[in-house]
């Protein structure tokens, strides 16, 4: 027996707009925790080093470091902390060199977006 | 504590006979009450452990399994958390027990996860086990995930690609003696140097498949037990649960799985052993490294890598683990997998497993071990075995 279903979702992006909006356009938007001053990038909606509940966002702005990557079929992926957030993140890292121990993030226009890395540009 | 009266599962694989879930899952249930010495009336409760909706294309599967299993007017509940699924299905199971809410519980794990979906469309619902706004927005998969999580562990504790190797060859050899088992295979190394390359430094041959198929118990109060399971049948003593950050990158350290030591310790404290008491151990091998990783976190060896190397964990060893061939031989029809790892624990201790694969010593506890995501949603079970098992 066969049964196809397709399912066409709308999700409210609700208390992660400000962080979906900041990956559309390039933009690492942290999280941010007035108690301990900690910046969270992804965002968390509570502080896991205090606890408090975070209520506020910020523009990291800079670049970010490879702590480790995979590679293979299913696609190439780094671990990286930007600069500013006490956690690291995972994106995607298929536009990156091999060798790369630093990026930016893409601008990703897509609906919806990924967070996605690109070599950092020369200063 | 609570009694497993009976303890069933059916073959783990790629189903092409044309069954469905609620075959298999008749088919463990009528095995386990069988073995119980229990009649269907006499169950207050049905517990089912099933991942995912999209496999099954059940909403409340409980409800129609119930039906199916002549159950109606039991209590019914349907339990999810990911890989856990199966193990967190026998915890709500006891604690219906401890509560006294219910006398006699069946708790039934299923999931069609090979034969119903393409693997793409599969990979792609795994791939929502995972925040989805944040880490899954990057299409990363499960493979990916787990072999970054292996390669801090790797780092940290001197682990080789060799080791991976021999995760599989020994899970793998051990389900040679399991009928039930998906993968029963004798692998040669040079074998794993062909593999594809699906994460690094995973290759397909360090990842358990996906299956079908379906495990059963039959929970009992000990004063409820029939006489004859009444002292032989082996007890869960112990149930621990506990959670982590679901993202890698959100975790003081991407290698440890610290969700699982919290609910080993609370498992190891309601059962009152300690982590030397285990002589059998089933652990959630997802992925080779992982194996290793759930080791160091449920305490079975301060030095897993070394242990591995010396055949600690090996069927003739000190405390084997995963004779059953665990995920990566046996095979992971997810919300089958916990219940599975229990039943099989359960089996053991009471001296019924599979020629070739019951130790051929007296077993006093075993351990049986699941998580979801990455380490994220924990559940460990610890049995120990009758009185006069
Ligand atoms: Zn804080």
Redesign the pocket.
Known sequence: MKRNVTLEYALGEGWLAPWLDGLREGRPVAST?S????AHFPPLRV?P????R?DGWRNLGGGATILCRTQGTDGDFAMARFDGARIATIARADRLPEDATRAVLAACPDDPPFLSLVTEPRT | MVLVIGAAQTPFNRRRDGSGFRDWSGDAFEAALAMSGIERRDIDALIVGSESDFFTLQLNPASVLAQDLGLCGAETLRVEGGGATGQLAVHAGVDRILSGRARHVAVIGVDPSASTLAGESIRELYGYSFDFWTDGLSGVTATALYALSWQAFATANGGQIDDLNAVTIKNRRNAMSNPDAHLPREHRVEEFAASPMIASPYCRLHCSPLSDGAAALILSAPDAAPEARRNRAPRITGIGAASDLPGLGHRADPAVFGAKSRAAQRAYDMAGVTPSDIAVAEVYDAYAGAELQAIAALGLSPEPIRSLRDGDFDADGTCPVNLSGGLMGQGAPVGATGVGQTATCALMLEGRYHAGLQPDRPLGHALADTHGGVGTTCAVTILSAGATA
């Open positions: 925790c108690a301990c001053g900690d502080c080093t205090c606890r408090s975070c």
